[in-house]
């Protein structure tokens, strides 16, 4: 059973480093380390234990096992290979009792790089997983007048405050939005409840967001600039209530209205919210 899954896990890995190939780009995982050699950076801060999002988990610290893993860390070692074994034994741990054991990571401009646990992230992401438990050490770049960095010292500030980490955002000023938005203060904490509340929110959100059907929000905005949006316009201490079905029908309120706008609506909400019924 578990070497059967081993096989599909690599055929999915050799089918992705192919397409990887066929575009240019390398068909391994990005190596942090080869990314800080070009970048200045200020230090390093340990945040802890924290549940970690799959997606944002893209490459590993060094380059020792990067070619072991396909651009989604499936794996590409022969089935024979005792890395081969190491997985399938990390299968049968996750599908009998569950792999619990946090990983080792470094968050480096809101994504992370694995420094122990590869081969969990595998076979975690390979199942499907949307979490995985890390500790996480964040390595600060140096602070300049870029929107890159200006966007990236205020997710570093409302994390501090949220302890959310899977937000993301593509203009200037949207986290402190966000933080008034949910009705919190500018210094003002999250409780563990307001964090888990929320997030049920987003991910609900976010299922919606990512349905083909919103193509035209998606590519222009993220789903947090998408949630951001929702929010102004719906308030928040109303849609943290809605059902799913009153969620889905204020997304698409807002999906139509952004069709009938050719600009970015979280630059000018006005005339999106005469559009939309309440």
């Not at 992705?16 to 070009?38: H, N, T």
């Not at 949307?130 to 996480?136: E, H, K, L, Q, R």
């Not at 938005?181 to 904490?189: H, L």
């Not at 049920?200 to 929000?217: C, E, H, I, N, W």
């Amino acid at each position: 059973m578990y070497l059967e899954e081993y096989r599909k896990a690599r055929q999915l890995g050799q089918k992705e480093s192919k397409l990887c190939q066929s575009r240019g780009g390398s068909p391994y995982l990005p190596v942090l380390d080869d990314i800080l050699a070009e970048e200045e950076t200020c230090g390093e801060v340990e945040l802890g234990l924290a549940d970690i999002p799959v997606e944002l988990i893209v490459g590993t610290r060094t380059a020792g096992r990067s070619q072991a893993f396909s651009r989604s860390f499936l794996p590409l070692m022969a089935e024979d290979s005792e890395f081969a074994h190491k997985w399938m034994n990390l299968c049968k741990a996750h599908m009998n009792e569950g792999i619990t054991d946090p990983i080792k990571v470094y968050e480096y401009m809101h994504t992370f790089y694995v420094a122990e646990g590869n081969k969990r992230v595998s076979v975690l992401r390979y199942f499907g997983a949307v979490n995985i438990p890390a500790d996480v050490i964040r390595i600060l770049p140096v602070k300049n007048d870029s929107k890159a960095s200006r966007i990236y010292y205020e997710y570093v500030d409302f994390y501090k405050l949220s302890g959310v980490n899977y937000l993301w955002f593509s203009g200037v000023g949207r986290f402190a939005r966000l933080q008034e938005a949910v009705g919190k203060g500018p210094d003002e904490k999250w409780t563990d409840d307001e964090r888990r509340k929320f997030y049920s929110v987003y991910s609900r959100f976010a299922s919606l967001y990512g349905d083909k059907s919103a193509k035209d929000l998606a590519g222009r905005m993220t789903t947090g600039d998408a949630l951001l949006l929702y929010l102004d316009i719906f308030g928040y201490d109303q849609v943290k209530e809605y059902t799913q079905t009153a969620l889905k029908e204020g997304f698409l309120q807002l999906h139509q209205a952004f069709a009938l706008k050719n600009k970015n609506p979280l630059q000018d909400l006005n005339p999106l919210k005469g559009l939309l019924s309440r």
